[in-house]
C-alpha cells in the first residue's frame, strides 16, 4: 500500500518562511509528477506547485517568486521550500503524487496526502 507522510506546516508570522516535506512510502516502482496544492476555507483547491521525475517545474501564479519545489528521487520525497509568506497563503496544504506502484506496473494512480495547515498571521 502506498502513502504520502506530509510534514513542516505550523503558524509563521508574514514574511517568515517554511519548508513542508512529502514522502511517499510502500510498495512503489516509480513516480512521476509530484506536487503541491493547497485550500482555504470555502475555496477551491490549486495548483501550488508540481515537479516532473526530471525535474521540470510548475508554479501557481500567486507563489511564483516565492516559493520553490524539490524532489529527491533517491528519497521518493517532495519539498516546498516557502519564503515570504502571506496571509493569503493560508490554508491546508495537499501533497500530490502520480505513482506506479510495484503491484500494477501498468496504471499510474493519483496519491494525496492527509493535508498540513499552514497559517501565516500579519
Known amino acids: 500500500q502506498v502513502q504520502l507522510v506530509e510534514s513542516g506546516g505550523g503558524l509563521v508570522q508574514a514574511g517568515g518562511s517554511l519548508r513542508l516535506s512529502c514522502a511517499a512510502s510502500g510498495s512503489i516502482f516509480s513516480i512521476n509528477a509530484m506536487g503541491w496544492y493547497r485550500q482555504a476555507p470555502g475555496k477551491q483547491r490549486e495548483l501550488v506547485a508540481a515537479?516532473?521525475?526530471?525535474?521540470?517545474?510548475n508554479y501557481g501564479d500567486p507563489v511564483k517568486g516565492r516559493f520553490t519545489i524539490s524532489r529527491d528521487n533517491a528519497k521518493n520525497t517532495v519539498y516546498l521550500q516557502m519564503n515570504s509568506l502571506k496571509p493569503e497563503d493560508t490554508a491546508v496544504y495537499y501533497c500530490n503524487a502520480e505513482i506506479v506502484a510495484a503491484m500494477e506496473p501498468d496504471h499510474v494512480f493519483d496519491y494525496w496526502g492527509q493535508g498540513t495547515q499552514v497559517t501565516v498571521s500579519s
Open positions: 515537479i516532473t521525475s526530471g525535474g521540470s517545474r
